[in-house]
């Protein structure tokens, strides 16, 4: 006999399908914010590395979060909605922590980071991002159990 179709389909059953509704854009968002911060970080790193490491390795540093986030996304999952849900906090964390450290001590940054500025070179997306990926993980598990 065949087995159900979360089998048939090579997905675990009971998975937590976490690319719906707004997890898709959530996806969608994660997935361009990587891509932009990679790029940015990678270009950075290669050719102006000296002139600001902090800045660079914390632009990379989101560049790994984001990235992650949106394999987590994907993958779905109650381990990966939980990691998902500890990564965005982590990453909100981050954003505050050197959006406010940019305003404070702006000439600890010769150059700008994703979240410099609370993520202004990126639109604001980068603080308004894991704020709306947290409130989704967490509606997420309650629409599941």
């Known amino acids: 006999m065949s087995g159900s179709v979360a089998e048939e389909q090579g997905r675990e059953p009971g998975r937590t399908r976490l690319v719906k509704g707004p997890g898709l854009l959530l996806v969608w968002l994660y997935g361009v914010m990587s891509v932009g911060a990679v790029s940015r970080s990678a270009y950075q790193i290669a050719t102006e590395f000296d002139r600001a490491p902090l800045a660079y390795a914390l632009s990379a540093v989101a560049a790994v979060v984001y990235a992650f986030i949106t394999y987590t996304l994907v993958r779905g999952g109650e381990r ?61 598990r309650r629409d599941t159990f």
């Open 80 to 140: 990966a909605r939980r990691a998902a849900l500890v990564c965005c906090a982590a990453e909100l964390v981050g954003v505050l922590v050197v959006g406010t450290w940019t305003v404070v001590e702006p000439s600890a940054f010769p150059d700008t980071t994703v979240w410099s500025m609370f993520g202004r070179g990126y639109l604001f997306i980068p603080v308004l991002l894991p704020v709306t990926g947290v409130l989704w993980l967490r509606r997420a």
